[in-house]
């Protein structure tokens, strides 16, 4: 089983640090927080980001540093889920309204925005950041973003409905098992009271071509993200394997699945008790407990995604970056840098991130805090164990994993091409982006 120096370093950092978690999905929702200061001299600071899971809790931070930093506003937007942020990011830029602080997701992101990223290096953040964390926005020894946190995803399930169909979790690691188990689910699922084995959301094509091919792409760029945003072409050595997992949550889950959002998954199926599985990561825990706190600390447990000769495996990785527009003034560049080393460095920082957030972070510096909910510290047995696959789909050309494969799953999904065409057209997607 391959394993790269990065996350064996991301496994040895966890051993380290006892921490929290929250992720990376994209939600239909966004915001604006307006801070008030009364210094006529006050640096304003507009933040663009896409997290919607930590909106809330994200403006709540903030409050808190302007409480601390009375000569400092913030304003916050937040755009993500069924809202494209890429996109409202493009058209923020073009419109002349550019944000001082904003998301990129990797190097792709990177080579899009250089000429608006600010160096990083002389930040505390970016001192404490963890081995490998900065590998993929580092350009020409500057440092260009700052590590979210660190986040890992499988198929999230319902405890008490494995227990009540007799399935035991520990003895699904290979996607036979789970097939199996997944029948057993449907076989029962009046007596158990769901709905479906699955809710698999089709209508997300970030779940499918980012989170879903990230688990058979690893492999194959060795789970370097710099190797895929390198590489001139992509195999699909393990195409058969992706394509029975997508069939197997297509055919198995709630109806239509074209039509099935994140929000649906996560919050009218999943949380109420009506499925028993779906594909998600950590970054639901805050949207799972405010629908009900005793389900989501008790009753939800995580599984690998089965992948031939990584059994028990999950991919953990770092989703995205806060990066600063070095084309803001020079008194707003200092306090984007200052804020941003506030909230992963502070102690009241630390705190919010771990506590709050609920992230696991990506930075030394947090051995004393303690995981903050069940779904992470099973993402922190797997990295501890040293159990995880890498996350490459950050690596791939611009718009490829949901404008390409996305939509060709989509198309396969409906019916309306072979999966072959998915890989051919994908593969061509990725070739002629690479010339």
């Known amino acids: 089983m391959k394993r790269n120096k990065f996350y064996s370093g991301i496994a040895t950092a966890l051993l380290a640090s006892t921490v929290a978690l929250t992720g990376c999905s994209f939600g239909s929702d966004s915001g604006d927080s ?126 008490k409905v494995f227990e009540e169909a007799g399935i035991n979790p520990d003895e699904i690691t290979t996607f036979e098992a789970l097939e ?23 209508k997300e094509k970030w779940v499918m071509g980012n989170h879903l091919a990230n688990a058979y792409l690893a492999d194959e760029f060795n789970h370097d993200v710099m190797e895929a945003y390198e590489a ?4 699909f050595a393990m195409g058969d394997q992706m394509k029975r997992m997508t069939d197997l949550q297509n055919e198995y889950s709630v109806q239509p699945t074209l039509s099935l959002d994140y929000s649906q998954q996560v919050e009218e199926n999943f949380s109420l008790g009506k499925v028993a599985l779906i594909q998600q990561g950590n970054w639901v825990y805050n949207t799972i407990e405010s629908m009900d706190p005793e389900f989501a600390a008790n009753n939800v447990g995580m599984l690998p995604i089965p992948v031939e000769g ?11 970056y806060w990066v600063v527009n070095k084309e803001s003034k020079d008194e707003v560049v200092q ?70 494969l996305g939509v060709a799953m989509q198309e396969y999904i409906a019916g309306d091409i072979t999966w072959e065409e998915v890989e051919e057209r994908a593969t061509k997607a990725w070739e002629d982006a690479r010339q």
């Not at 997290?51 to 755009?79: C, G, M």
């Not at 990584?310 to 995205?320: A, D, F, K, L, Q």
């Open 34 to 159: 307006e801070a008030s200061s009364s210094s006529e001299d006050a640096v304003t600071v507009d933040v663009f980001q896409f997290k919607v899971e930590f909106k809330d809790q994200f403006e709540e931070l903030v409050s808190l540093y302007e409480e601390e930093n009375p000569d400092v506003n913030i304003n916050v937007k937040t755009v993500g889920g069924g809202n494209d942020y890429g996109a409202s990011l493009k058209t923020s830029f073009s419109s002349g309204e550019e944000p001082d602080i904003f998301n990129v997701g990797g190097p792709t992101d990177v080579d899009e925005y250089e000429k608006y990223l600010a160096d990083l290096s002389d930040t505390a953040a970016a001192d404490a950041a963890l081995e490998g964390t900065l590998t993929g926005v580092s350009r020409n020894d500057q440092v260009l973003g700052l590590p979210f946190n660190q986040e890992g995803y499988g198929l999230l399930y319902n405890k």
């Open 180 to 202: 199996e188990a997944v029948q057993t689910l449907d076989s029962k699922k009046d007596e158990l009271g769901i709905d479906a084995p699955f809710a698999f959301p089709a």
């Open 232 to 235: 001139d072409t992509v195999e």
């Open 310 to 320: 990584y059994e028990g495996s999950i991919p953990v990785g770092v989703p995205n």
């Open 335 to 404: 306090a984007s840098k200052d804020f941003l080393d506030w909230m992963y460095t502070s102690d009241a920082g630390k705190k919010f991130v771990t506590e709050e957030f609920k992230f696991i972070p990506a930075y030394e510096g947090y051995e004393d805090l303690e995981i903050a909910d069940p779904i992470s510290q099973e993402i922190y047995d797997y990295a501890k164990e040293g159990n995880t696959l890498g996350w490459v789909f950050l690596g791939a050309p611009t718009g490829w994993t949901e404008d390409a």
